[in-house]
Nanobody
Framework: QLQFVESGGGLVQPGDSLRLTCTPKGFSLDLHTVAWFRQFPGKDREGVSCISERGSSTKYTDSVKGRFFISRDDDKRTVYLQMNDLKPEDTGTYYC????????????????WGQGTQVTVSS
């Protein structure tokens, strides 16, 4: 089964940091744009950040700009999401997926979803 495997979530306090990782299972990251999405309880999944092949372009949703940073290491077949200054409203399940190569459309649709990793920000 082709999917991503996400990890790195946890329970943290407001202001803390986490680094999420996702790795592909059964396919390569090469030449693909990858995005992180998150889903809040009872809400639709929303795009958080995406990174183009070789990391030449990135995109962030407004609520995480300046706090979250996406990167990739294709040699390690891993995409990272560094999350700093976490807020309670960042609580949710975080997923990664392959997305459109057009960076402006990277939040529209995703493929090869994993099981996600839970992030809980609470004091």
């Amino acid at each position: 089964q082709l999917q991503f495997v996400e990890s790195g979530g946890g329970l943290v306090q407001p202001g803390d940091s986490l680094r999420l990782t996702c790795t592909p299972k059964g396919f390569s990251l090469d030449l693909h744009t990858v995005a992180w999405f998150r889903q809040f309880p009872g809400k639709d999944r929303e795009g958080v950040s995406c990174i183009s092949e070789r990391g030449s372009s990135t995109k962030y949703t407004d609520s995480v700009k300046g706090r979250f940073f996406i990167s990739r290491d294709d040699d390690k077949r891993t995409v990272y999401l560094q999350m700093n200054d976490l807020k309670p409203e960042d609580t949710g399940t975080y997923y990664c997926a392959l997305v459109s190569w057009q960076i402006d459309r990277c939040f529209e649709e995703g493929w090869y979803w994993g099981q996600g990793t839970q992030v809980t920000v609470s004091s």
